[in-house]
Protein backbone atom coordinates (compact mmCIF):
# COMPACT_ATOMS: atom_id res chain seq x y z
CA UNK A 1 0.00 0.00 0.00
CA UNK A 2 1.20 3.54 -0.80
CA UNK A 3 2.27 5.56 1.78
CA UNK A 4 -0.04 8.29 2.15
CA UNK A 5 2.47 11.87 2.46
CA UNK A 6 -0.79 13.81 3.45
CA UNK A 7 -1.28 11.92 6.59
CA UNK A 8 2.27 12.62 8.34
CA UNK A 9 1.70 16.33 6.99
CA UNK A 10 -1.81 16.23 8.94
CA UNK A 11 -0.12 14.55 12.13
CA UNK A 12 2.56 17.02 12.08
CA UNK A 13 0.38 19.74 12.09
CA UNK A 14 -1.92 18.22 15.09
CA UNK A 15 1.73 18.00 17.18
CA UNK A 16 2.59 21.57 16.33
CA UNK A 17 -0.87 22.43 17.07
CA UNK A 18 -0.19 20.90 20.64
CA UNK A 19 2.57 21.93 21.20
CA UNK A 20 1.83 25.64 20.36
CA UNK A 21 -1.43 25.06 22.75
CA UNK A 22 0.77 23.82 25.60
CA UNK A 23 2.88 26.73 25.46
CA UNK A 24 0.39 29.41 25.37
CA UNK A 25 -1.07 27.69 28.56
CA UNK A 26 2.04 27.39 30.15
CA UNK A 27 2.56 31.38 29.38
CA UNK A 28 -1.00 32.62 30.20
CA UNK A 29 -1.16 30.07 33.23
CA UNK A 30 -1.68 32.75 36.26
CA UNK A 31 -1.52 32.26 40.53
CA UNK A 32 -4.86 34.34 41.23
CA UNK A 33 -4.66 33.37 44.92
CA UNK A 34 -2.82 31.31 47.84
CA UNK A 35 -5.25 28.82 47.26
CA UNK A 36 -3.80 28.64 43.34
CA UNK A 37 -0.09 28.13 44.87
CA UNK A 38 -1.17 25.39 47.55
CA UNK A 39 -2.60 23.43 44.75
CA UNK A 40 1.41 22.77 43.39
CA UNK A 41 2.97 22.37 46.27
CA UNK A 42 3.19 18.50 47.70
CA UNK A 43 1.06 18.73 50.79
CA UNK A 44 -0.25 15.31 52.17
CA UNK A 45 0.74 15.13 55.63
CA UNK A 46 2.46 18.67 55.56
CA UNK A 47 2.71 21.70 57.50
CA UNK A 48 1.84 24.53 55.36
CA UNK A 49 2.37 27.92 55.30
CA UNK A 50 1.85 31.40 53.09
CA UNK A 51 3.25 34.67 53.55
CA UNK A 52 1.86 37.81 51.60
CA UNK A 53 5.19 39.70 50.93
CA UNK A 54 3.50 42.26 49.12
CA UNK A 55 1.87 43.77 52.39
CA UNK A 56 4.17 43.31 54.66
CA UNK A 57 6.39 45.81 51.99
CA UNK A 58 3.49 48.32 52.00
CA UNK A 59 3.30 47.96 55.92
CA UNK A 60 6.96 48.98 56.11
CA UNK A 61 7.68 45.56 58.63
CA UNK A 62 9.83 44.03 55.69
CA UNK A 63 11.96 47.07 55.46
CA UNK A 64 12.67 46.39 59.14
CA UNK A 65 12.92 42.47 58.79
CA UNK A 66 15.98 43.50 56.01
CA UNK A 67 17.45 45.22 58.54
CA UNK A 68 18.40 41.90 60.71
CA UNK A 69 21.26 39.64 59.83
CA UNK A 70 20.20 37.75 57.20
CA UNK A 71 20.93 40.76 54.34
CA UNK A 72 24.30 41.46 56.51
CA UNK A 73 24.87 37.85 55.31
CA UNK A 74 28.24 37.76 52.63
CA UNK A 75 26.75 34.57 50.66
CA UNK A 76 23.19 36.26 50.36
CA UNK A 77 25.09 39.63 49.37
CA UNK A 78 27.02 37.24 46.68
CA UNK A 79 23.30 35.56 45.82
CA UNK A 80 21.63 39.00 44.77
CA UNK A 81 24.75 40.27 43.08
CA UNK A 82 25.06 37.03 40.85
CA UNK A 83 20.96 36.71 40.64
CA UNK A 84 19.68 40.07 40.07
CA UNK A 85 17.51 38.13 42.62
CA UNK A 86 16.36 40.68 46.05
CA UNK A 87 13.40 39.43 47.98
CA UNK A 88 12.88 43.20 49.39
CA UNK A 89 11.80 44.16 45.93
CA UNK A 90 11.63 41.16 43.64
CA UNK A 91 9.18 38.61 46.13
CA UNK A 92 5.76 39.36 46.34
CA UNK A 93 4.02 35.89 47.91
CA UNK A 94 5.42 32.46 49.20
CA UNK A 95 3.48 29.48 50.22
CA UNK A 96 5.50 26.15 51.75
CA UNK A 97 5.30 23.04 53.16
CA UNK A 98 7.23 20.53 55.04
CA UNK A 99 6.96 17.34 54.52
CA UNK A 100 8.63 14.64 57.35
CA UNK A 101 10.21 11.64 55.23
CA UNK A 102 10.19 7.69 56.85
CA UNK A 103 13.89 8.32 57.35
CA UNK A 104 13.04 10.49 60.27
CA UNK A 105 14.59 13.84 57.56
CA UNK A 106 12.24 16.34 55.94
CA UNK A 107 11.69 17.72 52.25
CA UNK A 108 11.07 21.92 52.34
CA UNK A 109 9.13 22.97 49.26
CA UNK A 110 8.26 26.77 48.10
CA UNK A 111 6.23 28.17 45.93
CA UNK A 112 7.73 31.66 45.39
CA UNK A 113 5.65 34.33 43.31
CA UNK A 114 7.68 36.65 42.11
CA UNK A 115 10.26 38.20 39.53
CA UNK A 116 12.71 36.42 38.61
CA UNK A 117 16.33 36.52 36.05
CA UNK A 118 16.39 32.52 35.40
CA UNK A 119 19.05 32.58 32.76
CA UNK A 120 20.95 34.52 36.12
CA UNK A 121 19.85 31.61 38.31
CA UNK A 122 21.00 29.10 36.11
CA UNK A 123 24.71 30.68 35.80
CA UNK A 124 24.53 30.94 39.41
CA UNK A 125 23.73 27.31 40.01
CA UNK A 126 26.58 26.02 37.15
CA UNK A 127 29.12 28.45 39.19
CA UNK A 128 28.31 26.90 42.62
CA UNK A 129 28.92 22.85 41.14
CA UNK A 130 25.19 22.91 40.33
CA UNK A 131 23.51 21.75 37.44
CA UNK A 132 20.48 22.37 34.90
CA UNK A 133 18.88 19.15 32.97
CA UNK A 134 15.41 20.32 30.78
CA UNK A 135 13.49 22.83 33.42
CA UNK A 136 15.22 21.80 36.99
CA UNK A 137 18.13 22.83 38.23
CA UNK A 138 19.88 21.72 41.17
CA UNK A 139 22.46 23.16 43.26
CA UNK A 140 24.36 21.91 46.73
CA UNK A 141 23.00 24.09 49.77
CA UNK A 142 25.31 25.55 52.44
CA UNK A 143 24.19 22.42 54.54
CA UNK A 144 26.44 19.18 53.82
CA UNK A 145 24.42 16.42 51.81
CA UNK A 146 21.55 18.67 51.36
CA UNK A 147 20.50 20.57 47.75
CA UNK A 148 18.34 23.56 46.70
CA UNK A 149 16.35 22.06 43.46
CA UNK A 150 13.78 24.61 41.54
CA UNK A 151 12.17 24.85 38.24
CA UNK A 152 9.99 27.14 36.47
CA UNK A 153 6.08 26.75 37.08
CA UNK A 154 5.44 29.96 35.33
CA UNK A 155 7.59 33.09 34.28
CA UNK A 156 6.81 34.90 38.06
CA UNK A 157 6.56 31.41 39.67
CA UNK A 158 9.29 29.14 40.96
CA UNK A 159 9.18 26.31 42.58
CA UNK A 160 11.92 24.96 45.03
CA UNK A 161 12.50 22.24 47.21
CA UNK A 162 15.28 22.14 50.16
CA UNK A 163 16.52 18.67 50.42
CA UNK A 164 18.93 15.55 51.01
CA UNK A 165 17.08 14.27 47.42
CA UNK A 166 19.11 16.55 44.27
CA UNK A 167 16.02 16.89 42.30
CA UNK A 168 13.36 16.85 45.09
CA UNK A 169 11.78 20.06 43.39
CA UNK A 170 10.32 17.20 41.01
CA UNK A 171 7.78 16.89 43.74
CA UNK A 172 5.51 19.63 42.51
CA UNK A 173 2.62 19.07 40.46
CA UNK A 174 2.74 21.78 37.47
CA UNK A 175 -0.22 20.20 35.66
CA UNK A 176 -2.92 22.79 34.33
CA UNK A 177 -6.00 21.54 35.46
CA UNK A 178 -5.39 22.08 39.51
CA UNK A 179 -7.69 23.29 41.87
CA UNK A 180 -7.48 25.92 43.99
CA UNK A 181 -7.21 25.13 47.71
CA UNK A 182 -9.47 26.39 50.78
CA UNK A 183 -7.08 28.31 52.78
CA UNK A 184 -6.83 30.41 55.56
CA UNK A 185 -7.51 34.20 55.48
CA UNK A 186 -5.14 36.63 56.67
CA UNK A 187 -1.82 37.88 55.10
CA UNK A 188 0.22 35.12 57.04
CA UNK A 189 -0.61 31.93 58.33
CA UNK A 190 0.17 28.38 58.90
CA UNK A 191 -1.77 25.03 59.35
CA UNK A 192 -0.38 21.88 61.74
CA UNK A 193 -1.55 18.71 60.73
CA UNK A 194 -1.74 16.27 63.68
CA UNK A 195 0.17 13.89 61.80
CA UNK A 196 3.07 15.92 61.01
CA UNK A 197 3.15 16.07 65.11
CA UNK A 198 2.88 12.48 65.50
CA UNK A 199 6.46 11.73 66.03
CA UNK A 200 7.58 15.15 67.54
CA UNK A 201 8.97 14.63 71.42
CA UNK A 202 6.88 16.96 74.37
CA UNK A 203 8.84 19.81 75.19
CA UNK A 204 10.84 20.23 78.31
CA UNK A 205 8.62 22.09 81.50
CA UNK A 206 9.76 25.03 82.65
CA UNK A 207 8.52 27.33 84.96
CA UNK A 208 6.50 30.82 84.22
CA UNK A 209 5.66 31.92 81.14
CA UNK A 210 8.10 29.48 79.61
CA UNK A 211 5.84 26.87 81.14
CA UNK A 212 2.82 28.25 79.06
CA UNK A 213 4.39 27.93 75.78
CA UNK A 214 5.81 24.83 76.51
CA UNK A 215 1.90 23.54 77.35
CA UNK A 216 0.63 25.59 74.29
CA UNK A 217 3.14 23.60 71.93
CA UNK A 218 2.75 20.26 73.49
CA UNK A 219 -1.47 20.74 72.95
CA UNK A 220 -1.03 21.08 69.36
CA UNK A 221 -0.29 17.49 69.33
CA UNK A 222 -4.50 16.69 70.33
CA UNK A 223 -6.17 18.55 67.19
CA UNK A 224 -6.83 16.85 64.27
CA UNK A 225 -5.94 19.94 62.28
CA UNK A 226 -4.51 23.43 64.12
CA UNK A 227 -3.96 26.65 61.95
CA UNK A 228 -2.81 30.28 63.29
CA UNK A 229 -3.63 33.38 60.68
CA UNK A 230 -2.51 36.35 61.18
CA UNK A 231 -4.38 39.28 60.14
CA UNK A 232 -4.44 43.55 60.52
CA UNK A 233 -6.23 44.83 63.43
CA UNK A 234 -9.58 46.54 63.27
CA UNK A 235 -7.53 49.80 64.59
CA UNK A 236 -4.94 50.05 62.33
CA UNK A 237 -2.60 51.56 65.25
CA UNK A 238 -2.99 47.85 67.30
CA UNK A 239 -0.81 46.33 65.08
CA UNK A 240 -2.26 43.04 63.88
CA UNK A 241 -4.81 39.96 65.36
CA UNK A 242 -3.56 36.20 65.35
CA UNK A 243 -6.22 34.35 65.39
CA UNK A 244 -6.51 30.08 66.48
CA UNK A 245 -8.69 27.47 65.45
CA UNK A 246 -8.57 23.79 66.02
CA UNK A 247 -10.36 21.20 64.95
CA UNK A 248 -10.66 18.30 67.41
CA UNK A 249 -11.98 14.88 67.21
CA UNK A 250 -15.12 15.18 69.75
CA UNK A 251 -16.64 17.25 72.00
CA UNK A 252 -15.02 16.37 75.01
CA UNK A 253 -11.20 16.84 73.61
CA UNK A 254 -12.50 20.21 72.43
CA UNK A 255 -13.70 20.90 76.16
CA UNK A 256 -10.67 19.75 77.06
CA UNK A 257 -8.58 21.70 74.67
CA UNK A 258 -10.24 25.11 75.66
CA UNK A 259 -9.29 24.75 79.34
CA UNK A 260 -5.75 23.82 78.82
CA UNK A 261 -5.51 26.96 76.64
CA UNK A 262 -7.70 29.24 79.19
CA UNK A 263 -5.18 27.81 81.86
CA UNK A 264 -2.15 28.76 80.18
CA UNK A 265 -2.97 31.97 79.62
CA UNK A 266 -3.62 32.61 83.31
CA UNK A 267 -0.22 31.54 83.76
CA UNK A 268 1.22 34.49 81.92
CA UNK A 269 -1.23 36.70 83.05
CA UNK A 270 -0.17 36.07 86.59
CA UNK A 271 3.47 36.09 85.60
CA UNK A 272 3.15 38.81 82.68
CA UNK A 273 4.48 41.81 85.20
CA UNK A 274 7.39 40.41 87.16
CA UNK A 275 9.95 42.66 87.59
CA UNK A 276 13.24 42.47 85.56
CA UNK A 277 11.56 40.44 82.71
CA UNK A 278 13.24 41.79 79.39
CA UNK A 279 11.73 44.27 76.52
CA UNK A 280 11.30 41.21 74.77
CA UNK A 281 10.25 39.14 77.08
CA UNK A 282 7.29 41.37 78.31
CA UNK A 283 6.49 42.25 74.60
CA UNK A 284 5.41 38.40 74.08
CA UNK A 285 3.94 38.06 77.64
CA UNK A 286 1.70 40.90 76.36
CA UNK A 287 0.81 39.25 73.31
CA UNK A 288 -0.31 35.98 75.17
CA UNK A 289 -2.26 37.71 78.06
CA UNK A 290 -4.20 38.98 75.23
CA UNK A 291 -6.10 35.33 74.39
CA UNK A 292 -9.54 34.98 74.15
CA UNK A 293 -11.36 31.42 73.54
CA UNK A 294 -14.68 30.00 72.20
CA UNK A 295 -15.76 26.62 71.48
CA UNK A 296 -18.34 25.42 69.39
CA UNK A 297 -18.95 21.64 69.23
CA UNK A 298 -16.10 20.06 67.89
CA UNK A 299 -13.76 23.15 67.18
CA UNK A 300 -12.00 25.77 69.53
CA UNK A 301 -11.24 29.14 68.13
CA UNK A 302 -9.38 31.71 69.73
CA UNK A 303 -7.36 35.23 69.17
CA UNK A 304 -4.64 37.47 70.47
CA UNK A 305 -3.83 41.07 69.96
CA UNK A 306 -0.24 41.09 68.18
CA UNK A 307 0.96 44.90 69.45
CA UNK A 308 3.33 47.15 67.64
CA UNK A 309 5.68 46.65 70.21
CA UNK A 310 6.13 42.55 69.91
CA UNK A 311 6.36 43.33 66.52
CA UNK A 312 9.09 45.79 66.91
CA UNK A 313 10.67 43.66 69.05
CA UNK A 314 11.02 40.47 66.98
CA UNK A 315 12.99 42.60 63.98
CA UNK A 316 15.04 43.87 66.55
Not at 3 to 13: D, E, I
Not at 255 to 276: C, F, H, M, P, Y
Request: charged share 15%.
Amino acid sequence: MKSKPWLFVGLAVVIAGAAILALWQYRHFSVQSAGDMVSVLPSKDAILFFVDVNTLRRTGFLEKLAANKVTEDQEYKDFVAQTHFNYERDLDRIVGSVQKLQNGSAVYYLTLDGRFDWSQLTLYVKRHNGDCIHSLCSVPATKPGWWISYLPIHSKLMGLAYSTEKNAAYGFDVGRNLKPQSVPPGFAWLTIPQSALSNVAAPAQTSGAGSSLSTLRSILATPKQSTFSLTAAPDSTSGAELHFKADLASEASALALENQLVQATDVVRQTASEKGASKDTAALANVLSSGHFSRSATQVRGVWVVSPAFLDAITQ
